[in-house]
């Protein structure tokens, strides 16, 4: 079978800092790493494979250097890669994006399965998974954290809910978006980097006009959504101490508790 | 498509260097440069005084998107109960739909769920649209998306919010895609833009290092998410609402997906590092025994337990839930710090809390210094008494 799995090259975010001045975000000298969800969907492709004849190749956009993400993705054991890298493609929003990999995907011939992250840890949207889905009009299941059996024309997994979890049979092919499972995600090996990294590595980069798109459909230009303004979000502390008797005290806390959402 | 600054025209007034959302704009000798990171977004355009920045890109054409009226909410059902997030939305639709002049409306989709248009209407919907078939008994993506596409196909809703819960999660971009629509996730703000009349759409990103405020100018419904939680529920008492009912056309053969089975679990404990709500306690809390009453305090408020490394060291906490330089870094939105002294090292764990409650015997804990609101009281007093109101202000908001 032919998996296709989305990775995509983030900040982590856990170091992200503000600059205290201009409110921009400091991204010099952020590490970046493959986002943690799309690890794991990598992780259930290469367990796949050892299971059942699969190919896993790996599909990603982002800038030129974002092609260290398909190498380390190739370095934990994916089979092949396509990067799709293009000026034109800058600025996109989920709608412009899921266009471009869907794009992508359609020219990269026969799927059987496409596995992707819940949501990257920049965005935090869970919208491309689902937007790659319906644009390819295919089933898709989210949240999915064990693919429990893998047949021929369908799959059973299941999905995590908030109180629970449902068992879903899909038909195939099919779109998954995956989170954390039991399956940790295996470190690459130093010999399949050091292939990665050479020039006949199976890595393809694929710009505007090799997914037959226009510049116009893509990135910032084919975007429904614009970022209007960004700010760094306020936590002054107020440093305000509430005095009176037990009960009034509490029942003034409640009162900001409340005021500011937080029960 | 590109963006240039003429050099001649530009005087280094920064006014670009802030209004770029990317960072990608820097004043180099005097003059504005525009770098890598420049996704020709145009703000850097509006912003100049002198209209020294220059673009090769046609202008886009707003389309005319008149005849799409009103705010519509998808109304989540689990088993023919109304999910929370829902009538939250009812409300904050409300406050758009005044504005714009315009009226609510609730899609209510199921299988004999015709019983829950009463609360829609009683909570904010002018209209329920109702669809009920077996086929939708229980949540499936596409049976969701294409009642979803007819109804937006029939009715041209000028807004749409869904809550963003699991299912909303999975069915907001489908139907975004499947209509022609943009959408944002898991805004945390909602308003209407006082001159062009569209929504403002303000939500976290990067790990929630930065608010954005995002448009949607070029196609309807403007498709939003919220997370549960986040709007206040208003009543709207006393109003009629009429129902629509919409006979959906979507088949089995159409869905690809099958539930073999939903099961329910008691709610386990979440990573501490994801939890939003966190009760901690340090040596002022004891013993066992009094960290019994901060759970009482955690489950009533939906939060996870947490404590300093005394807490742990006496055994009254797992290592997995002590916060600070040698535990985990925690950043919830409300982090309630009860009899611990706020030592540096605890300190460095928990201080990007959005919001820091301390209580404390000792007026001169440190902890005082980084809370947001503090209490000098004994946690034996504070603490049962704050379970005891939460829990009435749940009792009232959940009835």
């Not at chain 2, 709207?236 to 089975?261: C, F, M, N």
Request: charged letters at 25%; glycine letters at 8%; one cysteine or more.
């Amino acid at each position: 079978m032919n998996i296709i799995v989305l990775i995509k090259q983030v900040p982590n975010t856990t170091e992200v800092k503000l600059d205290p001045k201009t409110g921009n975000l400091i991204r010099e000298g952020v590490e970046t790493i493959i986002n943690p969800d799309d690890l794991h969907a990598l992780e259930a492709a290469l367990a796949l494979k050892e299971t059942h004849e699969a190919v896993v190749t790996v599909l990603s956009m982002g800038p030129p250097q974002a092609i260290d993400a398909v190498s380390e993705a190739m370095g934990m054991g994916a089979d092949k890669a396509v990067f799709l890298s293009d000026r034109a493609f800058a600025g996109a929003d989920t709608w412009a994006t899921s266009y471009t990999l869907g794009k992508a995907i359609q020219h990269m011939g026969e799927v059987d399965l496409i596995l992707a992250g819940r949501q990257a840890i920049d965005g935090d949207t869970a919208q491309v998974g689902p937007q790659v889905a319906d644009f390819l009009d295919l089933p898709q299941v989210t949240y999915v954290f064990d693919i429990q059996a893998v047949h021929a024309d369908y799959v059973v997994v299941k999905r995590r809910l908030e109180d629970g979890y449902e068992r879903i049979q899909c038909r195939l092919p099919a779109l998954l978006t995956v989170i954390p499972g039991a399956g940790k995600p295996r470190y690459p090996m130093a010999s399949r980097l050091l292939l990665a990294c050479r020039e006949k590595a199976p890595i393809q980069v694929w710009n505007a006009a090799d997914i037959r798109v226009t510049t116009a459909e893509v990135g910032l230009e084919g975007s429904l959504t614009q970022v209007m303004r960004t700010f760094a979000p306020k936590f002054e502390r107020r440093g305000t101490m509430l005095e009176g008797g037990t009960v009034d005290v509490v029942r003034t806390l409640t009162a900001h508790l409340r005021e500011n959402k937080l029960v | 498509m590109a963006i240039w600054v003429e050099v001649d025209l530009c005087d280094g007034c920064r006014r670009c260097v802030r209004a770029c959302p990317y960072d990608a704009v820097e004043i180099r000798e005097g003059k504005a440069h525009i770098g890598d990171r420049c996704t020709s977004c145009g703000a850097c355009m509006e912003a100049c005084r002198n209209e020294a920045i220059l673009t090769d890109a046609q202008p886009r054409v707003v389309p005319d998107f008149s005849d799409y009226k009103g705010v519509w909410v998808f109304a989540e059902q689990r088993g023919g109960e109304l999910h929370r997030v829902s009538v939250e939305l009812l409300g904050k639709a409300q406050e758009l739909a005044t504005q714009l002049n315009q009226t609510v409306a609730a899609v209510l989709i199921g299988d004999g769920v015709a019983g829950l248009a009463d609360t829609l209407v009683e909570f904010g919907a002018d209209t329920v649209y109702l669809v009920e078939d077996a086929i939708l008994r229980d949540y499936r993506t596409e049976a969701y998306a294409h009642v979803f596409k007819e109804l937006v196909e029939a009715h041209k809703p000028n807004i749409l919010l869904m809550g963003a819960t699991h299912i909303g999660r999975d069915l907001a971009p489908r139907v975004s895609r499947r209509v022609g629509s943009g959408l944002t996730a898991d805004c945390t703000e909602l308003s209407i833009d006082p001159d062009e009349g569209i929504l403002l759409q303000t939500r976290p990103a990067f790990g929630g290092n930065v608010m954005a405020t995002i448009i949607n100018r070029y196609s309807r419904p403007q498709m939003a998410t919220v997370r549960p939680g986040v709007m206040e529920v208003v009543s709207a008492a006393g109003t009629q609402g009429s129902i629509v009912t919409h006979v959906t056309r979507v088949s089995e053969d159409r869905i690809g997906t099958k539930i073999l089975e939903i099961v329910k679990e008691p709610k386990t404990h979440t990573d501490l590092t994801e939890a939003k709500v966190i009760v901690a306690g340090g040596r002022g809390v004891g013993d066992a025994a009094g960290f019994e009453l901060l759970g009482e305090l955690a489950a009533a408020l939906g939060a996870e337990l947490a404590g300093t490394r005394v807490a742990f060291e006496e055994g009254w906490i797992p290592a997995s839930r002590q916060v600070g330089q040698t535990g985990v870094t925690v950043r919830p939105d409300l982090y309630i710090a009860c009899g611990l002294s706020g030592a540096i090292q605890h300190r460095a764990g928990m201080m990007d809390s959005k919001f820091i409650v301390a209580i404390n015997k000792d007026p001169y804990a440190p902890i005082f210094k980084v809370a947001d609101w503090g209490i000098v009281g004994d946690v034996f007093d504070v603490v049962p008494e704050l379970t005891a109101q939460v829990r009435a202000v749940c009792q009232v908001m959940c009835d």
